[in-house]
């Protein structure tokens, strides 16, 4: 039982649950981006060409057109929508799980930038039509309903990711990240070798002795240069000329 329960605390939440997390985790203006993306994705399930055969049609044959999906004519246009679909909604993704990384020029230039290349292969697609010939008939491509929204969805993507870039969302520092176990950087030890005396700390004791001698110094020299006060000249004795006489 314990190890069971050990388990489940190691296990992490599921992945509707993640996604739910990322989800609420956005701001509005990435889940705008989101939704456009799938929205891109599932018009590849709608009828994007359609075919028509031509030619020679025999007594009791009816001409019957039929309409192909996008993965029913896949080809690399449709393989650009959906990794551009799939690859937007994982930054999306990993944005709402804190994950941080940088992109050149930022997540909303490169939304709006993948929208509008999007755009342009499916205008491309649009006008990239060939014939193909069967057993006597000649089946001419053409558009169907569901590439225009295609065009629509990805011209949308592209917007969302303009006004994604103008929000100027800051990107989730390295500290939010739950997969970056940042480690604590200890304080360097001080050396416990001692330190070699230099030339200035080796004189200090020098010149400190010599401050300390100093007032003994000034006093000494105040001594011997002050002048004759009224007590020295009275120890004084001095012989007058006519005391030299009498005597």
């Not at 799980?97 to 929208?115: N, Q, T, Y």
């Not at 569901?146 to 520092?173: D, K, N, T, V």
């Amino acid at each position: 039982m314990a190890a069971d329960g050990e388990r489940a605390a190691r296990a992490g939440p599921g992945p509707l649950l993640r996604v739910i997390r990322s989800w609420r985790a956005l701001a509005r203006e990435q889940r705008v981006c989101a939704i456009a993306a799938i929205a891109l994705w599932l018009t590849m399930f709608l009828p994007w060409y359609s075919e028509t055969p031509a030619g020679a049609i025999r007594k009791g044959e009816t001409i019957v057109s039929s309409s192909l999906t996008a993965w029913g004519a896949f080809s690399w246009v449709e393989a650009a929508v959906l990794l551009v679909s799939v690859g937007v909604l994982a930054l999306l993704f990993a944005r709402g799980e804190r994950r941080a990384f940088h992109l050149p020029g930022g997540d909303g230039f490169v939304i709006m930038a993948a929208g509008a290349w999007i755009a342009l292969l499916v205008i491309y697609r649009m006008f990239d039509k060939s014939s193909e010939r069967t057993t006597g008939l000649v089946i001419t491509p053409g558009n169907d309903w569901g590439i225009f929204l295609a065009l629509a969805a990805a011209i949308w993507l592209a917007y969302s990711g303009l006004q994604m870039r103008r929000a100027h969302r800051a990107e989730p520092a390295l500290a939010d990240d739950p997969t970056v176990h940042l480690r604590a950087t200890r304080p360097e030890r001080r050396s416990r070798e001692p330190v070699a005396a230099t030339p200035v700390a080796a004189a200090a004791p020098a010149v400190e002795r010599r401050r300390e001698r100093a007032p003994e110094t000034v006093r000494d020299g105040a001594r011997e240069h002050r002048g004759v006060t009224r007590e020295d000249a009275e120890q004084l004795s001095f012989e007058l000329p006519h005391e030299t006489d009498e005597r």
